[in-house]
């Protein structure tokens, strides 16, 4: 079973950044397709970003490409989510997620994820 950690949220004004990180407890795991998702009360969770292929390949949402930054530490088997210019529609639970497969073939559909974590909150006032 691979448990997924996240940390690092918060509360920033608009135009700050944050640095979200997520450990994972199996080695094999962090080589996997991993991803960022995000859900704002009454909303459907959404892909924010992925990345797969032992890290290789990197997939963004359009709302977040340019001012988010997805990458992982397969030494430190965690992997991160760097927000940069956050507004406050960014707002949301963020979650992250792995799959059982290295390939991020439909990375946006949460179904498709076998492992999630608890997630952390992101709050950015205007």
């Known amino acids: 079973q691979v448990q997924l950690v996240e940390s690092g949220g918060g509360s920033v004004q608009a135009g700050r950044s944050l640095s979200l990180s997520c450990a994972v407890s199996?080695?094999?795991?962090?080589?996997?397709?991993m991803a960022w998702f995000r859900q704002a009360p009454g909303k459907e969770r959404e892909g924010v970003a992925a990345i797969g292929t032992g890290g290789r390949i990197t997939y963004y949402a359009d709302s977040v490409r340019g001012r988010f930054t997805i990458s992982q530490d397969n030494a430190e088997n965690t992997m991160y989510l760097q927000m940069d210019s956050l507004q406050p529609e960014d707002s949301a639970m963020y979650y992250c997620?792995?799959?059982?497969?290295?390939?991020?073939?439909?990375?946006?559909?949460?179904?498709?994820?076998?492992?999630w974590g608890q997630g952390t909150q992101v709050t950015v006032s205007s």
């Open positions: 997620a792995a799959r059982a497969a290295p390939s991020c073939v439909i990375w946006t559909l949460p179904r498709m994820y076998n492992y």
């Open positions: 199996a080695s094999a795991a962090i080589r996997h397709c």
